[in-house]
């Protein structure tokens, strides 16, 4: 009898195991599947975020992106602050061609406003190839200082594009002439992406300057920005949007004077002092949006256009941000 109970109750055991071992690998199993969702979703959403890094004079990124919306997370890991112009080229036209007919005529001219030859620098910037007024500035990374990272977002058609940052240094060289350009193909194959959730709607025109009525908050923010009209200023641009955080030392006026890269100290680094630029959204046609995203701490803020006399248009407005 004992043995027969022995051999009932081993005979129980034994079931109870191979019971909770197929549970615990039925568990194991399921697990890793929503793991591997969570990876192959995580995947699925890197594909519609290209990484733009800077350590010095470079813009690294993929030659091919795909078309539609698409997210740039634009880390500069630079010494000095930078941007990053999206310029569609008309067919035909190559970085190439930018590099020996647009980047000399721009530096010479420049040059000249270094020296005080403003009327000689405007009959250089007159020297510009008739293509190039096919251009078409489609957004991008706006003003980043060292060590910061920013989201943008824009939706791009199909084409030849040029990645640029027209920064200067000290001596009066714009950063394209050093090298600070690149080109890449936007390709047919859509991302199937969508436009991101906005907390904060934000309109630029020539009329009304910069306007908008949500408060901004505390942490990760996205701001559309609605470009009501477009413009061609006095500085060969048009305007754009930049987000700037402000110190305790900073001075609007002299941020304002330093935004106009056609003065002879405009967007010369470094840049002011008290000054930390946090991205936006570069030129873009009228009636386009785009999208920047940034975390935010309470402090007082600033959005501001890269045009001549920003304070006069209403294109440096200042805000807080509440703890």
């Known amino acids: 009898m004992r043995t027969l109970n022995y051999l009932r109750s081993h005979k129980t055991f034994s079931l109870i195991l191979i019971l909770l071992s197929f549970?615990?690998?039925?568990s194991c199993t399921n697990n890793q599947e929503k793991e591997s969702g969570k990876t192959a979703n995580k995947e699925k959403k890197k594909d519609n975020v290209i990484d733009i890094v800077t350590e010095h004079m470079d813009f690294q990124m993929p030659d091919t992106v795909p078309s539609g919306w698409i997210t740039f997370r634009y880390s500069n890991n630079s010494s000095e602050t930078h941007l990053g112009l999206f310029d569609k080229y008309p067919e035909g036209k190559t970085i190439e061609d930018g590099e020996t007919e647009v980047v000399p005529v721009f530096q010479k001219g420049m040059d000249l406003i270094v020296e005080g030859k403003k009327d000689e620098a405007y009959k250089e910037f007159g020297k510009m190839p008739e293509w190039y007024n096919k251009v078409v500035y489609f957004g991008g990374p706006g003003l980043v200082s060292p060590g910061q990272t920013t989201m943008t977002t824009v939706k791009l058609n199909p084409g030849y594009y040029i990645i640029e940052c027209y920064i200067k240094e000290p001596n009066g060289i714009f950063h394209s002439a050093l090298g600070m350009a690149k080109a890449f193909v936007v390709s047919d194959k859509n991302s199937g992406a969508i436009?991101?959730?906005?907390?904060?709607?934000?309109?630029?025109?020539?009329?009304?300057?910069?306007?908008?009525?949500?408060?901004?908050?505390?942490?990760?923010?996205?701001?559309?920005?609605?470009?009501?009209?477009?413009?061609?200023?006095?500085?060969?641009?048009?305007?754009?949007?930049?987000?700037?955080?402000?110190?305790?030392?900073?001075?609007?006026?002299n941020l304002a004077k330093w935004i106009n890269w056609?003065?002879?100290?405009?967007?010369?680094?470094?840049?002011?002092?008290?000054?930390?630029?946090?991205?936006?959204?570069?030129?873009?046609?009228?009636?386009?949006?785009?999208?920047?995203t940034v975390g935010l701490t309470p402090g007082k803020y600033?959005?501001?256009?890269?045009?001549?006399?920003?304070?006069?248009k209403n294109m440096l407005k200042t805000f807080t941000v509440a703890p």
């Open 262 to 292: 056609i003065d002879p100290k405009g967007l010369v680094v470094p840049a002011p002092k008290g000054i930390t630029f946090l991205g936006g959204i570069n030129d873009m046609p009228a009636g386009e949006t785009g999208y920047f």
């Open 23 to 26: 549970l615990f690998m039925q």
């Open 195 to 253: 436009p991101p959730k906005t907390d904060v709607k934000l309109t630029i025109s020539s009329t009304n300057g910069i306007t908008f009525n949500d408060p901004v908050k505390k942490g990760i923010q996205t701001i559309s920005v609605y470009f009501k009209d477009q413009k061609v200023y006095s500085n060969f641009l048009g305007h754009d949007v930049n987000l700037v955080k402000l110190g305790e030392n900073a001075d609007l006026k």
């Open 302 to 312: 600033a959005f501001i256009a890269e045009v001549p006399d920003a304070l006069s």
